[in-house]
């Protein structure tokens, strides 16, 4: 599972199948803390090019969890390989708070080859993030040597050259340079 970044993206079900053509796939993508800031929409689950041949639905479970299917009414197949065979649509209230994020964990897992059989799946967790901040002051990292900076919701930091205090005495007009206070 992973996640694109901003107030709407997509949770990315990603599939690492090296050796077998997949037939079909079932599972559940959870926000297990029920995070009230973050909607997974179980109206926006979409196939993508490694898994155009299938149909992809959705169901919301309720706390927190969509049950996702990808089946193929014909003998589609996921071609061995790696990368997204899913998306699912999320919002983040435009009202929460920057820095949180809720982890994202794929759960009752049922991945068939194409006779059917279960395969092995090791999943992996993903987190979508809520904006890093909305104004500079969400990003002040303490430092005088940095101009903080609110950039699309991202904290960007630019080293500066301002007159600075490394706290040793008689050493010299300290200037920041490269990020911290130095001669």
């Known amino acids: 599972v992973a996640d694109t970044y901003g107030f709407t993206g997509t949770i990315d079900i990603e599939l690492d199948n090296p050796l077998d053509p997949v037939g079909e796939v079932h599972l559940e993508v959870c926000d297990r803390d029920q995070r009230t800031w973050l909607t997974i929409s179980a109206a926006s689950c979409i196939t993508t090019g490694r898994s ?49 994020y809720a982890d994202v964990t794929p759960a009752n897992i049922d991945i068939r080859d194409d006779s059917g059989l279960a395969l092995a799946v090791t999943p992996e967790p993903g987190k979508v993030d809520t904006l890093q901040c909305i104004t500079a002051e969400d990003c002040n990292d303490f430092s005088v040597c940095t ?24 050493n010299g007009t300290d200037t920041c340079s490269g990020g911290t206070c130095s001669i």
């Open 52 to 100: 155009s041949a299938f149909t992809c639905a959705a169901t919301d479970l309720g706390g927190g969890c969509v049950q996702v299917d990808l089946t193929s009414g014909v003998s589609g197949l996921i071609d061995p390989g790696t990368g997204t065979i899913i998306q699912l649509g999320y919002t983040i209230d435009p009202s929460t708070s920057p820095g949180d």
């Open 147 to 170: 101009n903080d900076a609110c950039v699309g919701g991202i904290c960007q930091y630019t080293n500066n050259s301002n007159t600075c205090n490394d706290g040793l005495y008689c």
